[in-house]
């Protein structure tokens, strides 16, 4: 019987998780048919919003407590940040739970969440250079509108940024243990991008949602990916309040991903490999 292999050592682990990081990026570049599709997408769904809200502000601007140019620097930034954290590993993951290729990931040295980590990372990457450059024709449309309210809103700004991606990686990683069991995460993906944008902060700011829709999503995640990250750029949170809103980013961070690893070591002791 052939021995066991040593467990990696902490620098084979990185360079490992690198390697991967590398690669992914590598294949991201690869498929630039479905990247245009994908932004030509969400740029139709954002066109169709501003539309909707110049609408509103033509009809019922004064009696909103946001300012036209306010609310559209608003719907930019959540757009450009969306879209910078749009990560697509249940696509991938449930995919390859339905053919039953996931099984060679799972023998792999390498933590298997850890290195999904990473894909979305590149995926972060990738789509963040491409929001950098829409941001740019937002801040010469824009002017002062789309720029931070000073540098320490700025540094509130990147690392709520930084925590809203492991929010936002965590949370597609819960949703993605669904899988293991439906063996179909199409229902499960689509209800978790229903709630996102809905409870996000994605098409208008959380502060003008009825009470009830409010009160529902103080209580959930998805404000810290998008709704959070701009109030601290625009400085509509300073100081205590600001370090608050961190503060809550990081126990959500930190608790989901450590839920997401436990609802998966439940999830495989009932796997079934498909395909064949």
């Keep these: 019987m052939r021995p066991l292999a040593p467990p990696l050592t902490l620098s084979e682990n990185i360079l490992g998780y690198l390697s991967f990081l590398n690669r992914a990026l590598k294949a991201n570049f690869a498929y630039k ?6 932004l030509f997408t969400a740029a139709l769904t954002y066109g169709i919003t501003v ?38 590993i249940d696509q991938r993951v449930g995919q390859r739970i339905r053919l039953g290729l996931i099984a060679t990931d799972l023998l792999k040295p390498l933590d298997f969440q850890m290195t999904q980590a990473f894909q ?20 010469s449309a824009l002017g002062r509108q789309a720029f ?16 809203a991606f492991i929010i936002q990686y965590s949370i597609v990683f819960f949703f993605i243990q669904g899988a293991f069991y439906t063996y179909s995460g199409y229902g499960i993906f689509a209800s978790r991008i ?6 996000s902060g994605l098409q208008a700011p959380l502060t003008l949602y009825p ?17 959070t990250p701009i109030t601290l750029y625009t400085g509509r949170a300073e100081g205590a309040q600001a370090w608050h809103l961190l503060g ?11 839920l997401g690893n436990l609802v998966m070591r439940k999830a495989l002791k009932q796997l079934e490999i498909q395909g064949g």
């Design 51 to 88: 539309l909707v809200w110049n609408h509103v502000y033509d009809q019922k601007g004064s009696s909103l407590n946001v300012t036209r140019q306010e609310m559209f620097a608003y719907l930019a930034m959540a757009f450009c940040l969306n879209y910078a954290l749009t990560i697509n």
């Design 194 to 199: 229903a709630v996102h944008h809905t409870l």
């Design 248 to 258: 809550e980013q990081a126990l959500w961070a930190a608790g989901f991903y450590l």
């Design 120 to 139: 979305a990372l590149s995926d972060c990457i990738f789509n963040g250079f491409i929001a950098l450059g829409i941001m740019a024709v937002a801040f």
């Design 148 to 163: 931070p309210k000073s540098p320490e809103a700025f540094g509130f700004f990147l690392a709520s940024f930084f925590l």
């Design 33 to 38: 048919a479905s990247t245009v599709l994908g």
């Design 211 to 227: 009470p009830i829709l409010r009160s529902i999503g103080a209580w959930l995640p998805f404000q810290h990916v998008v709704f």
